[in-house]
């Protein structure tokens, strides 16, 4: 079945260290997004690519880095520039007029 | 950036009850969503709305996409424990580059007395 993978699931990073994200999709999606979720904030925009080698920063860019070499993924790295990374992070891909599907997330903690 | 206005954040019903909620925007869309998202889960979609004035059931599930194009309202009836979760309302404005971004509302969570 088509879908998107999010991993880990859960996700401990110590002060100072990076740690990437794992997003795939097999739903054969140009565009993909990364959101940050916060109790009471909904769903606040990081990164997103609508189209292999391109990506754009959304609302809280700051302290986040993406890359978009295949079609398929659209890893997140939350640098040690990220001063409060503790969140719920979501990825979702999307095609023309029927939505995101979103991955079941990833939740970061520091430790 | 923009955000949908979705309120109270909180919504608490007994089991069996119908419940609306509504999200409303300062500018228009061409397409609202509605997706709920259970605990430690990502958002699923409920229902989707591509017309002004559009009414459309998805089991107990009714939506319905405003005449103004700003606002739309999601009705649920006879509640049971499994709706428990948070609901988002979402915008888009077109099919195509940045207007396909999706805005979202900070969401409603629901609470089902048994």
């Known amino acids: 079945d088509g879908g998107i993978t999010q991993s880990p699931k859960y996700l401990f990073r110590k002060e100072g260290q990076n740690v990437t994200l794992s997003c795939e999709q097999n739903?054969?999606?140009?565009?993909m997004y990364w959101y940050r979720q916060d109790p009471g904030q909904g769903l606040r925009l990081i990164y997103y690519?609508?189209?292999?080698?391109?990506?754009q920063k959304g609302d809280i860019a700051e302290g986040y880095s993406v890359s978009r070499e295949k079609k398929e993924s659209f890893p997140l790295t939350v640098t040690s520039a990220q001063k409060n990374p503790t969140a719920f992070y979501l990825c979702a891909s999307s095609t023309p007029r029927y939505g995101y599907t979103f991955g079941s997330g990833t939740r970061l903690t520091v430790v | 950036g923009q955000q949908l206005n979705q309120s109270p954040q909180s919504m608490f019903i007994q089991e069996g009850e119908d419940v609306s909620m509504n999200c409303t925007s300062s500018?228009?869309?061409?397409?609202w969503l509605w997706y709920k998202q259970d605990p430690g889960e990502g958002p699923v979609l409920l229902i989707a709305?591509?017309?002004?004035?559009e009414l459309t059931s998805n089991g107990r599930l009714t939506a319905q996409f405003g005449i103004t194009r700003k606002d739309s309202f999601l009705n649920i009836s006879a509640s049971i424990p499994s709706d428990v979760g948070i609901y988002f309302c979402?915008?888009?404005?077109?099919?195509?580059?940045?207007?396909?971004?999706?805005?979202f509302g900070k969401g409603i969570t629901l609470s089902v007395r048994p």
């Open positions: 979402a915008g888009q404005l077109g099919y195509t580059g940045a207007n396909s971004k999706l805005t």
């Open positions: 709305l591509y017309k002004a004035g």
């Open positions: 739903l054969n999606h140009d565009a």
């Open positions: 690519s609508q189209i292999v080698n391109d990506f």
């Open positions: 500018s228009i869309f061409n397409t």
